[in-house]
Structure formats: C-alpha cells, structure tokens
T-cell receptor
Framework: AQTVTQSQPEMSVQEAETVTLSCTYD???????LFWYKQPPSRQMILVIR??????QNATENRFSVNFQKAAKSFSLKISDSQLGDAAMYFC??????????FGQGTRLTINP | NAGVTQTPKFRILKIGQSMTLQCTQD?????MYWYRQDPGMGLKLIYY???????DKGEVPNGYNVSRSTTEDFPLRLELAAPSQTSVYFC????????????FGPGTRLTVL
C-alpha cells in the first residue's frame, strides 16, 4: 500500500524569505503523480503544484517549486518570497493506478511579518 | 460552472441518527470521492466512484454508504451516527487520467453528540 509522510507538523518563515516543506512517500508503482495542496483557514483545498513521476525535471509554478528525488522517494515543496497569503496547511499527496489520492498528515505553515 | 457543491455546510447529529451528505459536480467528471478530515490530520478516503453505478471502498468505509446513480451526484449516507464520525467531510471530483487534479467541495462540518 502506498503511504505519504510529512515529518514537519509545523513550520514558520519570515515574510519574503524561502521555506521548504518535506514529504516522503512509498509506492511499488513506477507510474504515479505527486501533488501539493494548500488548505487555508477557509478549508478549501487548492492545488499548488503537481509532478509526474516519469519526468526528471522539477515542476515550477511561479514562487512554488518542487525537489523531486525519485530514488529517495522524496518530494519537497519550496516556497520563495513567502507572502502572508501563503499561511495555510500544506498537504502532500500521491496518486497511482488505483486512482485513489493518498494524503500526508499535513504541515501548518505560519508566515511572520 | 459551480464546480463541486456540498450541502449542508454544518450539521449537528445525535448519536444513532442518520443523515445524507449531498455532493454534486457540474464538470462531467467520471471520478468522485468522499474524504473525511479529523482535526489536525490529513484527508482519509471513505468511498470513491469511477462512474455512474460503480462505487468502491476507501480506507475508512465503516459506518458509511454511497450510491452513484448519475454522473453529477454522489451522496454519502451515515447510518447510526457515532461520536467517532465527528469530522469535516469533503467531496471531490476529477476527470479520467492520473495527471488531472481533484476539485474539492467546500466541506461539511459534522458534529455527533
């Protein structure tokens, strides 16, 4: 069975600085996809970025980028130039052939002004 | 497009009562999902559906039932509510294809007393 682990329950960063959120996963499949979702206090789940396992190039979306290390089964999220609106719970998730998205436990990110 | 809508937004149940959480999507997505999120935790899959008439259990199906008679609707039924079912419930949908993101509803906060 696939698992997703986020070892940092909470992180904080100064506004305008860079922060990295960690995620490791376990799967026996070779074809899968990884996602980072953001959940602000409104509870709405918002897709931040996604990565195909077969692609070596790390995905980037504006200030958000990932460091995908397939052999190590690691998928970290880097947020550059942190903004107050980035404060939220962040969830790492994995989907593979079973069509089911498996979530990590989440990391609560606080932005200090 | 309204996206994924859920009703009600909030509900308080007494132990042993039953209720149905409604979920509707207007994006013609084949896949639909029900998750629960306990405080400070990630989302856990309750049930999912790959199309009308087809449903399957997720990680935590006990105490719940689902049906999928149409593409648009995917109601979740709670029979004999228990305090352990106090949680926030999210419905989600997506198009066929692992790469495609899941779109989430706003959630239903359920309290069982």
């Amino acid at each position: 069975a696939q698992t997703v682990t986020q070892s940092q329950p909470e992180m904080s960063v100064q506004e305008a600085e860079t922060v990295t959120l960690s995620c490791t996963y376990d799967t026996s499949e070779s074809d899968y996809y990884l996602f980072w979702y953001k959940q602000p206090p409104s509870r709405q789940m918002i897709l931040v970025i996604r990565q195909e396992a077969y692609k070596q190039q790390n995905a980037t979306e504006n200030r958000f980028s990932v460091n995908f290390q397939k052999a190590a089964k690691s998928f970290s999220l880097k947020i550059s130039d942190s903004q107050l609106g980035d404060a939220a719970m962040y969830f790492c998730a994995l989907i593979q052939g079973a069509q089911k998205l498996v979530f990590g436990q989440g990391t609560r990110l606080t932005i200090n002004p | 497009n309204a996206g994924v809508t859920q009703t009600p937004k909030f509900r308080i149940l007494k132990i042993g009562q039953s209720m149905t959480l409604q979920c509707t999507q207007d994006m013609n997505h084949n896949y639909m999902y029900w998750y629960r999120q306990d405080p400070g935790m990630g989302l856990k899959l309750i049930y999912y559906s790959v199309g009308a008439g087809i449903t399957d259990k997720g990680e935590v199906p006990n105490g719940y039932n689902v049906s999928r008679s149409t593409t648009e609707d995917f109601p979740l039924r709670l029979e004999l509510a228990a305090p352990s079912q106090t949680s926030v419930y999210f419905c989600a949908s997506r198009r066929t294809g692992l790469y495609n993101e899941q779109f989430f509803g706003p959630g239903t906060r359920l309290t069982v007393l």
